[in-house]
C-alpha cells in the first residue's frame, strides 16, 4: 500500500511514522500547503518527495484538489494520511479517496472537533480527552472513528503539559492505526 501524508506544520506526527521501518518504505509523497512549514525539510531529509502548493494561487478548492489527485496518482497512492493538515478535505478529493483518508484529532470525537481541540478541553475542565484516529469525510472531524485513546487530564496539567501528554500519545498510536490499516487494505464498508 502506498501512502502520501498530508501535513501543514512542523511535522512531529509525520516523523512518527516516517521513524516506523513497517512504514516509512510506503510513504511516496508528502502534500503540504504552506512553502515555509518544518515538515518539508523533514521529508527532504528522508527522501520522501514533496508536492507543496498555495491554496490562493488557485481559482478555487477543487482546482488545487484536482493537481493533488494528479501527484497521488502519479505516486500510485493508496492511502492519504492526514497529520497536521489545517485544511478541510473537499468532493474533489473525497470523491476518488473515499474511506480512504484518515485523520488524526487531539480528542475523543466527538468531543472538541476542530482547532484548538487540546485547549477547548482543557478549557472545558473534563477529566479526561484523548485522541481519535478516523475517516475523513465532509464535515469537520465527523467522519467513521477508526479508533481512539484516552488521556488523563490531571489537576497538576496546564496546557502544555496536556499538549505533550497528547503528542506522546499520538506519536505512538498514529503509526499503530496507520500500519493496522495498510495491514488491512480494506475500506470501511
Known amino acids: 500500500m502506498n501512502l502520501a501524508v498530508f ?9 512518527a511514522l516516517v521513524d516506523d521501518p513497517a512504514i516509512f518504505p510506503a510513504i511516496k509523497l508528502l502534500v503540504c500547503d504552506k512553502k515555509t ?4 525539510r523533514r521529508a527532504e531529509q528522508a527522501g520522501i518527495p514533496v508536492f507543496v502548493f498555495t ?6 478548492k477543487a482546482s488545487f484538489e484536482q493537481e493533488i489527485l494528479d501527484e497521488l496518482a ?3 497512492v493508496d492511502l492519504c494520511v492526514l497529520a497536521g493538515y489545517m485544511r478541510l478535505i473537499g468532493p474533489t478529493l473525497l470523491g476518488t479517496f473515499q474511506n480512504r483518508i484518515v ?3 487531539p480528542s475523543l470525537l466527538p468531543a472538541f472537533p476542530g482547532k484548538d481541540a487540546i ?5 472545558a475542565r473534563v477529566e479526561e480527552t ?13 467522519g467513521p472513528v477508526i479508533a481512539q485513546e484516552k488521556v488523563v487530564i490531571a489537576q497538576e496539567d496546564t496546557i502544555e503539559t496536556l499538549t505533550e501528554k497528547i503528542h506522546q500519545v499520538e506519536h505512538r498510536f498514529y503509526p499503530a492505526v496507520v500500519k493496522q490499516l495498510m495491514a488491512s487494505g480494506k475500506e470501511v464498508e
Do not use: C, E
Open 7 to 15: 501535513a501543514s506544520g512542523t511535522g512531529s506526527n509525520f516523523q
Open 37 to 40: 512549514a518544518p515538515v518539508i
Open 55 to 60: 491554496a490562493k494561487d488557485y481559482v478555487d
Open 74 to 76: 502519479r505516486y500510485s
Open 103 to 105: 485523520n488524526l484529532h
Open 119 to 123: 485547549g477547548q478541553a482543557y478549557q
Open 130 to 142: 484523548g485522541v481519535t484516529a478516523h475517516f475523513v469525510d465532509s464535515g469537520m472531524d465527523t
